[in-house]
């Protein structure tokens, strides 16, 4: 058996699915809110769907799922050709003090997962 395992992101494929709207609302790491205004948020985001309790719902039941993606999107710095475009955009750029920074983001957003 193999026992590998895929990720596969549609990130760029069309139509974002509104509970991970809400959910990365709250997860993405340069400006932090509260995830005990996720409801609030929530009500007033998704006026337009009639469905809205139902993707609220969904938003929460998948939170944990979304923080660990955060994590790996943060440590994105680790990959060799990212570090290299952060270097190249920003020749000033400590990449070891780059990758500690993020390494401690991941930490904490890992804390974070219930």
């Not at 058996?1 to 509104?18: C, H, I, S």
């Not at 509260?34 to 719902?57: C, H, P, R, T, W």
């Not at 939170?63 to 000033?92: D, G, H, Y």
Request: proline share 4%; aromatic share 14%; hydrophobic share 45%.
């Amino acid at each position: 058996m193999d026992e590998k395992l895929f990720f596969v992101d549609f990130e760029y494929a069309g139509k974002d699915d509104p509970a991970k709207f809400i959910a990365d609302f709250f997860i993405q790491p340069e400006i932090k809110v509260d995830v005990g205004y996720m409801q609030l948020f929530a009500d007033k985001a998704l006026d337009f769907s009639d469905n809205k309790e139902i993707i609220i719902s969904r938003a929460i039941k998948l939170l944990p799922m979304f923080q660990v993606k955060w994590c790996c999107i943060i440590m994105n710095e680790f990959f060799p050709e990212i570090a290299e475009r952060r270097m190249f955009s920003n020749p000033e750029l400590d990449i070891q003090e780059s990758k500690y920074k993020q390494l401690e983001k991941a930490k904490a957003l890992l804390l974070e997962i219930n």
